[in-house]
């Protein structure tokens, strides 16, 4: 079994800033892409940020500049840094991995997974 841990969330001021993690545990041959969706009250779930396992990385227009996904490959962890916070950055976020798992390294399958949501408050 794989299961993935988010932390990092809370209440900030806008302006502010914080750093989302997301550590993935379990039999786990490797990690391909990596990514930061969030979901905000009555709203759909959306892509914030992606990072591939070349260490690509791809945001969506309202956040360029102002976050920064990384990852750490030795960890099995993916980090979201979030800068200049504003009020509409608030939602929960989740991370969701595709992570390699099989009976052995030579029958790796990728399968998804989502963290548990955390929830991001910015206040104005």
């Known amino acids: 079994q794989v299961q993935l841990v988010e932390s990092g969330g809370g209440l900030v001021q806008a302006g502010g800033s914080l750093r989302l993690s997301c550590a993935a545990s379990?039999?786990?041959?490797?990690?391909?892409?990596m990514g930061w969706y969030r979901q905000a009250p009555g709203k759909q779930r959306e892509l914030v940020a992606t990072?591939?396992?070349?260490?690509?990385?791809n945001y969506t227009d309202s956040v360029k500049g102002r976050f920064t996904i990384s990852r750490d490959n030795a960890k099995n962890t993916v980090y979201l840094q979030m800068n200049s916070l504003k009020p509409e950055d608030t939602a929960v976020y989740y991370c969701?991995?595709?992570?390699?798992?099989?009976?052995?390294?030579?029958?790796?399958?990728?399968?998804?997974?989502w963290g548990q949501g955390t929830q991001v408050t910015v206040s104005s």
């Open positions: 990072i591939t396992s070349s260490g690509n990385t």
């Open positions: 969701n991995l595709e992570v390699l798992r099989g009976r052995s390294y030579n029958y790796r399958q990728p399968y998804n997974y």
């Open positions: 379990g039999s786990i041959f490797g990690i391909n892409a």
